[in-house]
C-alpha cells in the first residue's frame, strides 16, 4: 500500500449531515474539496453515485492525476469491518447494511479503498499531523452529540478483536443510572453528551436564579442554549455555567483516569465539538484526572486539544493508507 | 532471544512472602523446583545472595545443563522498567529501591536476565500456557489483596509508555468514595480487594442478622472470616454471602465492561487468590458485564477463570524469554 510515488490520496468523510471529499498528500494537504449534504441524496445509491461522480472528476480533470492519486479512504459514522471493508451499519444514515463500499467504490473508481469509523480515522489524522505528534500509545476522545474514542498502541491505530474497540461513550458510570438509547444504563454519555449536558443546565437554570449569563447570551432564549454559549458563560464567571463544566470534567475525567492507570498512554487528545469550550472544560479535567490517577501514569500523560480542525475528517480518512 | 536449542529457562516468583524459582521448558514443565520464604532474608543483599547460589548450584548440578539454560525471567511485585531491568520499587519488600536486578543476576551467574512486574508475568503465563491460548486481545486480572490487571494486545504484552499499564486496581468507581491507601478515593481495589471485601461482609454481619452459615463455616470466629469461606456459604445458599458477591461483581463488573466496550478484546482471565470463589463470583459478573457492555463487544468476549496454579508466576517468568 506504501509506494512513494503514490502522492494523492482521497478522504471522504461520509458524515451524518455533511460529505466532505479531498485529495490529500502526505504533509496534510488538502486539495480539491467537495462538500455537500449527506441529506440531499435520500438513497444508498444516490448518495454513492454522487460520490463515485465527484471522484471521477477530479480524475479525470487531469489525466496525468490519475497515476498520482494511490486510493480512497473513507471514514463514516457506524460500524465497520476494517479488513474487508464492510459497513455493518451507520449510525444517522439509515438503509445501509451491510454494505461492502471498498468492493463498490473500488469497482467504480478502479483505485484501492480503505474504510474506518470516523473516530478511528480523526485518532489517526490526530496521531500523525495533530497533537498526538510523537506519541507512542494515545488516546483520543471526541466530545459531541456522542462520546467516541480511538486508541493508538505502540504507534498503529487499535482497532480491537472485532473492529469496536475505543467505544467509550457507553463507559458505565453508574449502575444505577438514568436509561441510555443503547439499552443500558448509566453511560458516560449519558451525562456529558451534548443534548443531555444542556439539558443538565436547563434544569439546574430552573431551580436556581443563577445562571444569568448563560440566558443573556442565549438572547433569552432557553431553546439557543447549547455549550458553546455554556463555555462562554462559564469565560464571563457565570457560576452555573462553570459548575456544569465542572460536573462535565468529574464525569469524563474518572473514566479518563481509570483508562489514563491502565493503558498508561503518553498523550490524550480531546476533540469534537464540545472541547472547542477551552479552559472552562480543560481546567477542571486536568484537575481530576491528576487526583485519580497514579503518580506514574498520572505524570506520563499528556493531556491536549485536538490540533486538526473541519478537515480532520478527511485527512484522516486519507491517512488510512499512511 | 529465541534460540531454538536453549530449552531451559528459569522462572523467579520474587513475592512478598514466598519466593519461588524453577527451571522451565517450553512446554510449561517445570523442574527443580525451590520455595523458600522471602522474609527469611532481611536483606537485599542476602536475599540476592540466596537466589543466586541456587541458580548456580542448578547450574553446577548437571555441567551440560548450562548449555541448555537460555536465561533468568524475573516476576516482581512492584515497579520495574521492563526495558533496562531496573526494579524501581518492590510492592511488599522493603530496601529494594532503584536496583538495576537484571545486571546484578547477570552478573553472576552468566546468563541473560528479563525482570517484569508480577503481573504481566501471570498474564503471559495465561495467555501462552492457560486460559487466553488462542487469544488475541486479551485482559487479565488478579483478585487478592490488590487488583492487579495485564493487557495483551495483537499478541503481545502491552506495558504501556512508562511501563506502568495494567494498573486496574485503582480504577476510580466513585468521586465521593472512601479514601485508598493508594492516596485517591473510590478506587475499584478499596471495594474489592481482600480485606475491603471481608470487612464490608462483617459490617453487614453487624447490623442483620442473616450470614448464620459464613461465622458456622469460620468455627464461630469473626476473625477467620475470608473470601473462600464467604464463597463457601454462598454456595450453600447463604444469602448474605450470595449478596456479597454479587455488590464485588457489580463493582467489578462495571469497570470490566466499560474496559470489554474500550478495548474489545476476545478473553478476559480472571485469577488471583479471590477467583477461587468460582460460581458465586462468576455468575453474577457475567450477568453485569453482558448488561453493560454494547452488543459487538459483549458478544466477542469470553470470561474465564485462570487455568494455572501456583505454579503461573515461574512459568510466566521464564515466559518473559518465549
Redesign the interface.
Known amino acids: 500500500m506504501k509506494k512513494v510515488r503514490d502522492k494523492y490520496y482521497f478522504g471522504i468523510d461520509l458524515g451524518g449531515t455533511v460529505t466532505k471529499i479531498g485529495l490529500v498528500d502526505r504533509k496534510s494537504n488538502v486539495f480539491e474539496k467537495i462538500t455537500f449534504s449527506t441529506f440531499a441524496y435520500n438513497s444508498k445509491q444516490k448518495l454513492l453515485h454522487h460520490i463515485v461522480k465527484n471522484i471521477n472528476e477530479v480524475l479525470q480533470k487531469d489525466s496525468k492525476r490519475k497515476r498520482q492519486v494511490g486510493g480512497i479512504g473513507l471514514g463514516v459514522a457506524g460500524?465497520v469491518n476494517f479488513e474487508n471493508g464492510l459497513i455493518y451499519k451507520l449510525t444517522n444514515i439509515p438503509g445501509w447494511k451491510n454494505v461492502r463500499i471498498s468492493k463498490i467504490l473500488k469497482k467504480e473508481t478502479g483505485l484501492p479503498v480503505l474504510v474506518d469509523n470516523d473516530v478511528n480515522v480523526v485518532t489517526l489524522a490526530e496521531f500523525i499531523f495533530g497533537a498526538g505528534r510523537g506519541a507512542?500509545?494515545m488516546i483520543c476522545l471526541t466530545l459531541g452529540t456522542g462520546v467516541g474514542?480511538g486508541?493508538i498502541?505502540?504507534g498503529?491505530l487499535?482497532?480491537?478483536?472485532?473492529?469496536?474497540?475505543?467505544?467509550?461513550g457507553?463507559?458505565?458510570l453508574n449502575?444505577d443510572g438514568p436509561r441510555c438509547n443503547?439499552g443500558?444504563?448509566g453511560c458516560l454519555e449519558r451525562y456529558i453528551g451534548n443534548r443531555y449536558f444542556v439539558s443538565r443546565v436547563l434544569e439546574k437554570m430552573k431551580i436556581t436564579s443563577k445562571g444569568n449569563k448563560i440566558l443573556k447570551l442565549a438572547q433569552g432564549k432557553f431553546s439557543e442554549i447549547n455549550p458553546k454559549i455554556i463555555a462562554q458563560a462559564a469565560q464571563r464567571g457565570d457560576s452555573l455555567a462553570s459548575e456544569a463544566w465542572c460536573e462535565f470534567a468529574?464525569d469524563l475525567g474518572?473514566?479518563l483516569?481509570?483508562?489514563i492507570?491502565?493503558?498508561?498512554?503518553?498523550v490524550v487528545v480531546i476533540g469534537g465539538g464540545m472541547a472547542k469550550a477551552g479552559k472552562p472544560l480543560f481546567e477542571p479535567l486536568r484537575k481530576?484526572v491528576k487526583?485519580?490517577?497514579?503518580g506514574?501514569?498520572g505524570n506520563?500523560?499528556k493531556i491536549r486539544k485536538a490540533q486538526l480542525k473541519d478537515e480532520n475528517g478527511i485527512i484522516g480518512a486519507a491517512s488510512l493508507f499512511f
Open positions: 460500524l507512542r500509545n474514542g486508541l498502541i505502540e498503529e487499535f482497532r480491537g478483536s472485532s473492529y469496536s474497540a475505543g467505544e467509550i457507553h463507559f458505565p449502575a443503547c443500558s444504563y468529574r474518572l473514566v483516569a481509570g483508562l492507570n491502565f493503558l498508561n498512554p503518553d481530576v487526583k485519580f490517577t497514579l506514574i501514569p506520563t500523560v
